[in-house]
């Protein structure tokens, strides 16, 4: 008999598309095992709302919020944006409509303890995927994907036997990733210097980096192709014609294969969430902008691993850090080739694999190695 999974993760242009994109690398790796998956948001984006229903899972829409903004108590407890109780009741109502659900996962910064006692006792179990180690949860296994998270960030903030799946080698990511990473690895050692760069911010660039950076990198580079991803923004609102014409420049949707384009590029700029771990699993070096204070944590530990650089969008030197550091990775090949070495070191591509085994067990077609 299958196995049933509801997922609770929210999309939105504060949340971002992080939460939803590494809820459907585990939601498509168990329905490789058979299992049928629920999504239940209250905020997505529709590309994000579409990639679900695309995959083959359901997805549960809750109403739009009646009183937003109100929860408090941690830092991103208003990222829930109904009342916890009222948000907990209501996914409660879907959930007794599904019948017997085996697990439910929960994705989202703005939910706590709180709202996990209110399920918890109507599922078989419950899973919570976090990265922050700021709050309370009431669960069976909480899976941090943080590269050298360690057992004492949370030990006191979880039941006492609660399973903790603890650093990258837990990373979420989508089988391809992993498909690619032996032939790449190898190609990056005999590769000739840096002249494709991928820029990627991510679903929402409220910054418009993604045009300030690849304007930088075309006047100051003349030998160079950008892989340029755009965010959810309409292409009105971001002017990309001003400078996208250029025959150096490839534009790609937010939905693109990111696996093949990064084993495209020789160096990636872009932020430091989720994607970090897509990069690491391809060896590909990047060049981070710090963003938000969520993904501070997840920097600071591939800078101390040499995998990335770091520059922060509010330096008064930013374009100048951002070209200084491109010029000295291509100046400098063991340094560039141990930066491949010690990001392909951090995360194997296989996480996603690997919980969809702790939760549901059954194999699949590329479920080699753990």
Known sequence: MSKTVVIR?????QIGSGHIMRCLALADEL?????????????????????????GHMLRLLPPPSQPGRNKGFTYAHWLSEETEIDARQTLGVIRELGDVNWLVVDHYGIDARWERIIKENVERLMVIDDMADRCHECDVLLD???NRQKKDYIKLVPLNCNLLLGSKYALLRPEFAQWRKKI???RQS?????KILINFGSFDKFFLVKKVTKLLINEFNDVELYVVKGCQSERRLNVEEFFSNKRVHLYDFNVNMASLMAKVDLAV????????????????SIIVTLAKNQKQIVNSLILQEAAFQISLFDGDFSQKLVKYIWYLRNNKIKYLKMVKNSAAICDGKGAIRVAKLLIGGTCCHAKGT
């Open 9 to 13: 993760a929210d999309a939105s242009s």
């Open 145 to 147: 994907q943080t590269f």
């Open 185 to 187: 690895l190898k190609e």
């Open 270 to 285: 872009g932020a430091g969430g989720v994607t970090s771990w897509e990069r690491c699993a391809l060896g590909l070096p």
């Open 191 to 195: 590769r000739n210097g840096i002249y």
């Open 31 to 55: 329905k490789m095992r058979g299992a049928k998956v629920i999504f239940i948001s209250r905020e997505i984006l529709p590309v994000l709302k579409e990639k679900i229903i695309q995959s």
